[in-house]
């Protein structure tokens, strides 16, 4: 009786754990392509201030100060901000010949081992992150520029994108190591599998949404 009282516990909690991981899914699957959306409106602004800057020097004779160093800035911001979108996209680059022969099961936890080594360098890259940040907030750090730029202010956008990637693979990692245990191959495949060549098509073509949307889950 009290074997089964807490197999029933374990089993509730379980359940409540997938749907929090699905619900954490869920929700960076909405907020990562508006990220992806700001950077890119950060590198087009860049784009635009260069090109401005350019006209005006070759038709006026002046010059905008400090447009390289803005674009400088744009880029690196919008790079982190991208990050998050192509890991829940599964858009980025991969070298699946050899996976695509293997069985599903160790596809499946091929993948698991591909988020925890991605977590794992997030990590590194956000601490990293976060000790260049601190130090130019303790020595008020200024960029070597017209502008005088406080280096905290790019350098906490940038971070920003670190971050917003890191709990995006979090919680990818937590529903598909639990998905692999439990024999649940294919909700693994739909969150971190390789994207196929009918999936690619599609995407390029605009027939079909490139992400899919989070598998049920098998728990009750």
């Known amino acids: 009786m009290m074997r089964d009282h807490r197999s029933k516990a374990g089993g509730t909690g379980m359940a409540a754990l997938v749907r929090f991981l699905d619900g954490w899914v869920t929700l960076n699957h909405r907020l990562a392509p508006w990220l992806a959306r700001a950077g890119g409106a950060m590198v ?3 784009a635009l201030l260069i090109t401005l800057d350019v006209v005006l020097r070759a038709g006026l004779r002046v010059t905008i100060g400090g447009a390289d160093e803005l674009a400088g800035y744009a880029f690196a911001i919008a790079t982190t901000w991208g990050l998050a979108f192509v890991l829940m996209d599964r858009g980025h ?3 699946d010949a050899l996976y695509a022969l293997l069985p599903r099961r160790l596809q499946a936890w091929l993948d698991v081992l591909s988020l925890t080594a991605m977590t794992v360098i997030l990590a590194l890259f956000a601490h990293r992150a976060t000790g260049v ?4 907030l303790t020595f008020g750090a200024r960029a070597n520029t017209p502008l005088g730029t406080p280096q905290w202010l790019p350098q ?3 971070l920003a994108g670190f971050a917003a990637t890191l709990s995006a693979v979090l919680p990818l990692l937590g529903r598909c190591l639990l998905a ?5 191959l294919q909700t693994v495949r739909t969150l971190a599998g390789a994207r196929t060549l009918e999936e690619d098509a599609a995407a390029e073509s605009g027939h079909v949404r490139a992400t899919p949307a989070t598998a049920p889950s098998p728990l009750p």
């Open 93 to 95: 680059v991969r070298v």
């Open 156 to 158: 906490s956008l940038w």
């Open 180 to 184: 692999a245990m439990q024999g649940d």
């Open 133 to 136: 940040l601190l130090d130019s």
């Open 44 to 46: 087009l602004a860049s």
